[in-house]
């Protein structure tokens, strides 16, 4: 029976000569130089990839990743961070096939699978994010960024229910942060719970790097649907403040103004709003109306 013994193990010395044979090259040793080249020439490039999604160069991180690619076909983690940076650039389909392969390497894992469901929620095929978003959950049922993008995809198909279901799950599990609390605010004043919307941007408030934009809009039409039009005005105000491109705000202010009867601010907004979207036809007929109100 043949046996491993450690080198530093004194033997008993064998009576019967040493044979002269060499030992076979199989079992010559590396040498600590070599087999430092041989690691340097994994780790190096992957440490120029995280150079690069460091310093958030995108076009560099897709260049490393390929290059990495080219000699290790099978790496995973360098085709789901090719993938990530394919997202960010909106080059959906190619991001989806590194997805579709890293899949086909580790099956297992929760993360690649909620990754091309966030691509393709990114993508506004929502009921096949929701999928791959629940193949993440039954893989690590604490995924809370799954859970996050599936109440995202729920939301966009009107399911609000079960975006309220997802988002109350990360916030009883303390993972919550300004931005959970706006979305179910947003949630709860579609589901017309004015009550639970308004409590839940106050709590997004008090977390410092609270989206201000968003918080204030959400508020601002939060009032306009209870039918608060000067105070709607004034949170709108804000929001406009913080982004003064934000189209969403622009049209729920101008709405706020139309209630009010004051046409001339009404008639600002839509001018600010056919300048962002000239492509709305919907704005051009409003402005049209209002302008044939103002001269009756």
């Known amino acids: 029976m043949s046996s491993i013994i450690h080198p530093q193990v004194t033997q008993k010395l064998s009576s019967t000569p040493l044979p002269s044979t060499p030992l076979p090259s199989t079992l010559t040793l590396e040498s600590p130089k070599r087999r430092s080249f041989g690691l340097l020439r994994h780790h190096v490039p992957r440490f120029k990839i995280h150079c690069a999604k460091y310093y958030n160069n995108e076009n560099l991180v897709i260049e490393y990743c390929t290059q990495y690619l080219d000699r290790f076909p099978l790496s995973?983690?360098?085709?789901?961070?090719?993938?990530?940076?394919?997202?960010?650039?909106?080059?959906?389909?190619?991001a989806l096939n590194d997805l579709n392969r890293a899949i086909a390497i580790k099956p297992h894992k929760s993360t690649v699978w909620c990754l091309r469901g966030i691509i393709k929620?990114?993508?506004m095929f929502y009921t096949e994010a929701i999928e791959d978003l629940n193949n993440a959950l039954y893989r690590d049922k604490i995924d809370y960024?799954?859970?996050?993008?599936?109440?995202?995809?729920y939301y966009e198909i009107q399911f609000y229910n079960h975006a309220l279901w997802d988002l109350d799950l990360i916030i009883k599990s303390g993972y919550a942060d300004a931005f959970t609390y706006l979305n179910?605010?947003?949630?709860?004043r579609r589901l017309k719970k004015f009550k639970d919307a308004n409590e839940d941007i106050s709590k997004a408030f008090c977390f410092k790097n609270v989206n201000k934009a968003l918080g204030y809009g959400i508020?601002?039409?939060l009032?306009?649907?209870?039918?608060?039009?000067?105070?709607?005005?004034?949170?709108?105000?804000?929001?406009?403040?913080?982004?003064p491109d934000n189209a969403i705000a622009l049209q729920n202010r101008c709405e706020s103004y139309r209630m009010l009867m004051d046409s001339e601010n009404a008639l600002e907004d839509l001018n600010k709003l056919c300048i962002l979207e000239p492509e709305n036809d919907y704005q051009y007929e409003l402005k049209g109306a209002i302008l044939l109100?103002?001269?009756?």
């Open 121 to 123: 929620g990114l993508n």
């Open 223 to 243: 009032k306009l649907d209870r039918e608060e039009f000067k105070d709607a005005i004034n949170d709108l105000n804000k929001a406009l403040k913080f982004q």
């Open 293 to 296: 109100d103002m001269r009756k």
């Open 219 to 221: 508020s601002g039409e």
């Open 145 to 153: 960024l799954a859970l996050m993008w599936r109440a995202f995809c």
């Open 184 to 188: 179910r605010a947003d949630i709860n």
């Open 76 to 94: 995973y983690s360098t085709l789901c961070d090719r993938a990530e940076t394919f997202g960010k650039l909106r080059r959906y389909g190619e």
